[in-house]
């Protein structure tokens, strides 16, 4: 079977089976001329995938039980809590919808410290609400600001290396395995002719250095 005929077959993209394939789930075998060549077994498999993700259970969860590594009754025990959780939350925040569009004719007549206090008495009992964390503008430049900065401590290693080498005379199985047409005149060049991976990685480690400092400032209550 094709992927095309899988797609209709599952109901499901084309991106999302080769997602699953790509984290290992499923490994269709292939054909001479390389394509994929789904048969019953990945079918049966990539339907129990869908159907615990569509139950919501999560993708490591999913794969931890292709591989044995997990017992479906406790995958789906820890699943129905979360749903149980999740259904309570909701159902405490519709109860208190529906008790102040009765008693408030309009947002002026909103009787705010009674329902706050309502809420916050319900927090502490273990009830959860919607979280009112949000981040400023202000806050928000200074994470743009703190992941421009390490950005640039990134890359000014690779600017050094660049006009360290600049002048260097460029090694000669370099020169022998240059393409028809390229001119290469210092090893600075060659550094330079991958640039653009380069940048690449240093703006992934920027934004993950970023990402790690807000995580932190924001737990620490820096950004609120």
Same mark, same amino acid.
């Given at each position: 079977?094709?992927?095309?005929?899988?797609?209709?077959?599952?109901?499901? +993209?084309?991106? %999302?089976?080769?997602?699953?394939?790509?984290?290992?789930?499923?490994?269709? !075998?292939? @054909?001479?001329?390389? #394509?994929?060549?789904?048969?019953?077994?990945?079918?049966?498999? =990539?339907?129990? &995938?869908?159907?615990?993700?569509?139950?919501? $259970?999560?993708? @490591?969860?999913?794969?931890?039980?292709?591989?044995?590594?997990?017992?479906? #009754?406790?995958?789906?025990?820890?699943? $129905?809590?979360?749903?149980?959780?999740?259904? /309570?939350?909701?159902?405490?925040?519709?109860?208190?919808?529906?008790?102040?569009?009765?008693?408030?004719?309009? =947002?002026?007549? *909103?009787? +705010?410290?009674?329902?706050?206090?309502?809420?916050?008495?319900?927090?502490?009992?273990? %009830? #959860?609400?919607?979280? @009112?964390?949000? *981040?400023?503008?202000?806050?928000? /430049?200074?994470? &743009? %600001?703190?992941?421009?900065?390490?950005?640039?401590?990134?890359?000014?290693?690779?600017? /050094? &290396?660049? +006009?360290? #080498? +600049?002048?260097? !005379?460029? !090694?000669?199985?370099?020169?022998?395995?240059?393409?028809?047409?390229?001119?290469?005149?210092?090893?600075?060049?060659?550094?330079?002719?991958?640039?653009?991976?380069?940048? &690449? *990685? $240093?703006? %992934?480690?920027?934004?993950?250095?970023? =990402?790690?400092?807000?995580?932190?400032?924001?737990?620490?209550?820096?950004?609120?």
């Amino acid at each position: 079977m094709k992927i095309d005929e899988l797609e209709d077959l599952l109901g499901v +993209s084309g991106a %999302t089976i080769r997602y699953y394939e790509d984290r290992g789930f499923v490994t269709p !075998p292939r @054909t001479e001329n390389g #394509h994929r060549d789904y048969g019953d077994e990945d079918v049966l498999l =990539f339907q129990k &995938i869908i159907v615990l993700r569509k139950l919501g $259970v999560g993708v @490591t969860e999913i794969k931890n039980l292709i591989e044995d590594k997990a017992e479906l #009754h406790d995958v789906l025990e820890q699943n $129905v809590a979360g749903l149980r959780a999740r259904q /309570n939350e909701s159902a405490a925040a519709i109860e208190m919808c529906e008790a102040l569009d009765a008693e408030a004719g309009d =947002f002026d007549s *909103i009787d +705010s410290p009674k329902y706050l206090r309502a809420i916050y008495e319900s927090e502490q009992k273990g %009830t #959860h609400f919607a979280e @009112t964390k949000e *981040i400023s503008f202000r806050q928000l /430049n200074l994470a &743009i %600001t703190l992941i421009g900065a390490m950005a640039g401590i990134a890359i000014i290693p690779q600017n /050094n &290396i660049w +006009s360290e #080498h +600049s002048n260097d !005379p460029i !090694p000669a199985d370099i020169r022998a395995n240059k393409k028809e047409g390229e001119e290469y005149d210092t090893i600075g060049d060659v550094l330079r002719k991958g640039g653009a991976r380069k940048l &690449i *990685i $240093v703006i %992934t480690i920027a934004a993950l250095c970023g =990402f790690i400092v807000i995580s932190w400032l924001a737990r620490w209550g820096i950004l609120y």
